[in-house]
C-alpha cells in the first residue's frame, strides 16, 4: 500500500503517518525524492485497510495495487480453465454454442425449440423457469413445471440444459434439473446465492451485471470460486451506457481483458448484449473474432409471439445462417464450434 | 401503442401491419400526413406487445406511451404518502434523518453509536448486520447477533432501527428486529424478496441500483407496493458513471423528478453517493435543498478504524455540524428536522 | 409529432391544445381509445417544435418521430456510398487500413512509420501534425513542419496522406497537403470546422466524441454533408463509459446500428478504443467480423520512445501479425484487405 | 512514478527495469515487502513518461501519483480566486446570477428579457448570438447583429454581458462585446480556442463537457491560465449518463470537489443541466446550498415561442420565484445573492 502525502505536506504530517504505521506494527519505506513524498506500507493490503490513513493530516491519496481477487486470477493458475459437461469441453479449442427461448411458455413451444437448436448442430438449450422481471406485472416464467418441461426436452433431444437461478430457495431444485445454473445479470452480487453455488458440483454461467466493472465481475466469481465451485463460466451481456441504438451496449473489450487476466472461460450474450436481432449476427461473428469462447443467443420458433424479449430473438433461420457466418470467423481464429 | 412506418413503406406495407391488428381483434387509427405514416392501436400495451410489430416489414418502431408503473404512480395516487414509524411520520412536513455506522462491529462500536446518534437529535438508528460486500473476504457482518445488538440499542435509546434483508430466507428474523427494512442497490431487482416484503408489514427502505433508470426503480417500488406493502420509502444513493471524484455519481435529479412522478417519499445517502466523509456536509444540504424527505448518512464513533466504508463515515463532530446546517436549509424550504 | 396527454387530463386540456395546433395552421388527428389521448399533429417536426406544446397543462409528452439527419440516412440514398482516394475505393468490398504513430515526432520516426506501414501492403498513412493534447503541457506536435514531412513521406513511399485539422484557420493549410482530413473526437461538435469543411474536395473522416448519441454523430455528419461536402467516413474510437480495464470502451454495435442506417463508410480506431497494445488485435478482428469497412490503428518503430499514445501503439511485428489476422476475417466475412 | 511489478515477476525482470530508469538517468527506490514489487522512480513523472516501462516484461502498471494541473490548483494558490467584472466581485461572499435567453432571436425579444433579468435584482445577461446547435438545420443564431443587440441591451439596462465564443476567428469580434466569454460545452477541449482565450484580458466561462473528468476539466482551465488569463470562472452543466428523466445529469458533486482541489469559482446551470424547466428551481437551491459560487440560467418571456431550448427556460414569473427561493438557501449557507 502506498500513501500519497500532499505536496504541502510537512515534516510532522508525514511521521504523524508513520507513528500510525508504527503503532499497528508495520514496516514501512519512504521516499522523498518526487513531487510527492511516498511511503510505502510493507504488508497485506488487505489487512491494512486504506481508512486507517485516508484521514491523517496532509495524506493525498492511499493507493492499493495488490488485486482483490485471487482464484480468480491468473496469476493464480495460469493454463484456461476448461469444464466438463458430460464430456463437452468448455474452455478449450471449441467454441460453445447456447441458444433457446428467453422464457418457457409452452410444452409445445419448447420442444419446437429444441428440435430447432439441435438441428443447427447445437448441444447446449437454454430456456427460463424463473424469470427475474423488470415490472411486475411481466410473466414471471412458468417455475418449476419449467423446469420439467427442460427434463423432457433433454430427454427427447439429448441437448444439455441451462437456466436461470435466482434465489437461494431455489438452488437444490434447479441443480436437479439443469447441467448448468446461470446467475442472471442482477443477481451478479446477490452474495448469499453466489455463496449457495459454491456449495453445488454443476457449473456456474455468471453473468456480468449491467453496471460491474471487471474487479467486481471477478469478485462475484471469486464468491463462487472461494465457496468450493471452481467450474465458472463468466458472460458478457451488455453493460448500461448512454448508448440509445442498443439496448445494452455489449462490451466485447472485457473478452481480451478478462483472458489477460483471469483463467476462467468467458462467452457472450448478444441477445440482450444488443436487444435487437438484427444485430446479433455480426456481433456474434466480432465476440469469437474477439476470442470469446461462445455465444449465448435467444431464439424462438416465432419471436413475435414470445411472452419476452421476442424483439432481440432470432428466428430459426437466423440461427442456421448465425451457425454459418460464425463457423467461418471460428476458424480464423483456430477455433472450431461445439 | 403507437407504429411508426419508415418513410418509404408502401401501401401494402401498411396494410400488413393493419390485417395483424384486426387478427388481434384490436382497433387502429392511422395518420398519413406527417413525414412518417403513424398507426395506433388502441387497447392496453401490456396485452399489444411491442414483438409483434416490430418484425413487420419497413415498421421504423413502436412506442409505448403508457407508464408501465401504476401504484406508484401519482397518478394513481395524488397525494403524498405519509408513513407512520412508531408515532414519527416520514414523507411530510418533517425530514427524516437516519444515522449508523455502516457495519456493526461489536457492542461497544454499535452503542457508543447510538448515543453519538441520539445526542444529536436523531431518531432513527442504521447499521448493517448483513453486509453485502463486493469481495467474499471482506467482512460479511456480525448476522443475526447483530440483530440482536440492534435491539439492545433500541432498548437503551428508545432509537428506531433501520438495517437491511439480503435473501428471502432472512425476511422473517429480520422483521422481527427491524422498524424499517433496508434492500441495498445490489437486491434492488431480487424480485423474490421484494415480492416477500411486501407481504410483510413494516415500511421497506428501497435503494436505488447503481444502474437503475427511474421505470426500473419505480418498478421494483410497484413489486413491493403490488404484493400487498404500501409502505415504500425510496433512497437515492448515486449512480455509475465515468466521474472519477467520487465513488459513485449522487443524482440529485432524481428527487424532483420522484416528486413530480410518484407519491412516494424519497430520501438520500450521501455517504455511499459520494464515498467521501468531505462532500456528505455539502451533498446533505444540496439534497434537503432539492426536495428531498431525509438524508441516511453513515457515521462512525472512529472512522479510521470502521470494518468497512470508514473513508464515508462522518465523525461524532461532522455530525453535529451536519444536522445544524441541515437544519438551517430545511427551514429556508419550509421544513424542520424530525 | 404526436402529443400525449396525461391520463386524467380533461376535455378542456385535450381541446387547449387542440386550439394551439389550429391557431399555428396545422392539421391535427386525436385518439381517445388508449390509457392516454394521443394527439397527432400533421406537418414538419422541424416547423412545429416540441416547446409550443410541452407547456400547455396535462400534456405528458411530445413525440418526434422523424429523423433528424436526412443526407446521412439510407432512406435519402439507400446505395452505400463509395469514396474514391486516388483510385482507391473506401466504403465498397475492400477493407481501408489506416496506420502510423499518434504524433509525428521527426523525420527519422515518420519515415521510418512509413516504410513499415508500406512494408505490411498498407496504403495509408496516419501522422498528427496537429494535436489536440488534454493537458497545455503534453506536445503539441510539429505544426506545419509536421505536414511537409507528411508530403515528403508520401513522395517517398506514394502513401496516402491522412492527417487532423483542428481549427478553421487551419483547414485550408491541412487541405494542401492531406488526402484524407481527419476531425477529432474533441471537435466532433466544433461546427464552424465542420461547415468549413463542407466546403472542401477532400474527404473528411470524422470521429465520433467520446459521448456522442448516433443522432449526434449523424447530425455532425450531415453538417459537412449539407455543407457540400459528400465524402464523409465514420470512426468508432470509444465512449466514455465507467469501464476501467480500456481507457475508452470501444463500441463495436454502433457498426451495424450506422449499416442499417446510413450509407456512409464507417471504421474502427481500436487503439484509442482501447488504449492498450494488447487489446488492439483482437479488437481489430472483432471490428471487421462485425462489418466495418476498416481500421485506423497507431504504430510507432518504437512505442516505448512514442512523444503520444505509446501505450496503446503496435510494434512493427505486431502490425504484420494484425494485417495477418484481420485477412483471415475479412475473408470469411466476404471481404479483402485494402 | 510507481512502478508495480506482476507477483510472479522475477529478480530479473526487476532488474531490467532498473536498468532502464538508470539509463534514463533517475534514481530509483526500491520496495520488496508488500504482494507486489514497487519501484518508485525519483524524478518528475512528465518528463519520465508511463510508456517508457509499460511494455518492460511483467511490469503491471505505472501509477502516476502528480496532478497534472498546476496553475489551477490550490496547492498552487490556497485563497479563492476573486474576478472583478465592472466592479462586482465573482468568487467571493456573494452568489453570480446570470440569466437569460438561450438564443438571441430579436430586438425585442432580448429587451424584454433584458427588462426581467433587470426587474429581478440580476446584474449579468446572457445571450446567445454564435451558436453551437447539434443540427445544422436548427437555428444558428443571430451572429454579429445579435452581438449588437447585446450591446444595446447593456446600454439601456446596464447589465453586463455574457455570450458566447465558438471560433478562433471570433475571439477578437466576441471580446469587443461581452463582459464575460463563454466556451460551451462542446468546445471546452477545443485547445486552438482556449489558448487563444489566454491572450485576452476579459474573464472566461468555461463550460465542462459531457463527458469530461475533473482532470480534463481543469487542464481545459489551465490552458487558459497558462496562457495568461487568470480570469476563469467553471461551469457545471450536466454530464451523459444512462439516466432517462432529465436531458443530461446535473453532477452538483462537483462543487465540492472543485472546491477541495482548485482556487477557481465554479457556478451550475441548472437549464442545460435538467433541460426540464420544473426541476429549475429545486437543482438551483441545492446548487447553492452544495456551495456553488453562482447560477447561470435561461429564462425566456414566452418559453413557448424560443428558438431553442424553450424546453427548459423559465418564465418571468418562475425567475421570480427562482431568486426569492435561492436567497434564503444562500443566506443559510452565510452568502448573499450578487
Not at 87 to 101: F, R
Not at 255 to 262: D, F, G, H, T
Not at 276 to 282: A, F, L, M, R, T
Amino acid at each position: 500500500m502506498i500513501i500519497v502525502m500532499k505536496r504541502y505536506a510537512t515534516q510532522d504530517d508525514i511521521q504523524n503517518v508513520i507513528d500510525k504505521i508504527r503503532e499497528m506494527g508495520y514496516d514501512y519505506q519512504i521516499s522523498y525524492g518526487g513531487e510527492n513524498t511516498l511511503i510505502f506500507v510493507i504488508g497485506s493490503e488487505k489487512e491494512l485497510g486504506k481508512e486507517k490513513f485516508i484521514f491523517l493530516k496532509n495524506v493525498d491519496n492511499v493507493i492499493q495495487v495488490a488485486k482483490p481477487y485471487k482464484l480468480a486470477s491468473r496469476e493464480f493458475k495460469s493454463d484456461n480453465t476448461i469444464i466438463d459437461v458430460n464430456g463437452i469441453k468448455i474452455g478449450g479449442e471449441e467454441v460453445l454454442i447456447i441458444a433457446g427461448p428467453c422464457s418457457i411458455e409452452s410444452e409445445e413451444q419448447l420442444m419446437l425449440s429444441a428440435e430447432i437448436v439441435k438441428n443447427s448442430g447445437i448441444k447446449f438449450l437454454r430456456g427460463g423457469a424463473f424469470k427475474p422481471r423488470t415490472s411486475p406485472y411481466s410473466f414471471q416464467g412458468l417455475g418449476e413445471s419449467g423446469l420439467r418441461l427442460l427434463a423432457k426436452a433433454r430427454e427427447k433431444t439429448g441437448l444439455n440444459i441451462v437456466t436461470e437461478v435466482m434465489d437461494t430457495s431455489e438452488v437444490n431444485l434447479v441443480a436437479e434439473y439443469a447441467d448448468i445454473l446461470q446467475v442472471g445479470a442482477r443477481n451478479m452480487q446477490n452474495t448469499k446465492l453466489l455463496q449457495m453455488l459454491g456449495k453445488i458440483n454443476k457449473p456456474v454461467l455468471l453473468k456480468r451485471s449491467f453496471s460491474a466493472t471487471l474487479n467486481e465481475f471477478l469478485l462475484s466469481a471469486e464468491y463462487i470460486l472461494s465457496s468450493g465451485n471452481e467450474n465458472v463460466i463468466l458472460c458478457e451481456r451488455g453493460i448500461r451506457t448512454f448508448v440509445e441504438y442498443t439496448r445494452n451496449t455489449l462490451d466485447l473489450n472485457i473478452v481480451p481483458a478478462i483472458k489477460q487476466i483471469s483463467h476462467l472461460p468467458i462467452i457472450v450474450d448478444p441477445s440482450h448484449g444488443t436487444g435487437k436481432s438484427d444485430y446479433v449476427i455480426p456481433m456474434s461473428r466480432a465476440a469469437i473474432a474477439a476470442g470469446a469462447d461462445g455465444l449465448l443467443v435467444e431464439i424462438h420458433p416465432n419471436p413475435a409471439n414470445a411472452s419476452s424479449d421476442g424483439e432481440q430473438s432470432l428466428t430459426p433461420e437466423s440461427l442456421i445462417r448465425l451457425m454459418s457466418e460464425v463457423k467461418g470467423i471460428a476458424s480464423s481464429v483456430g477455433r472450431k464450434i461445439l
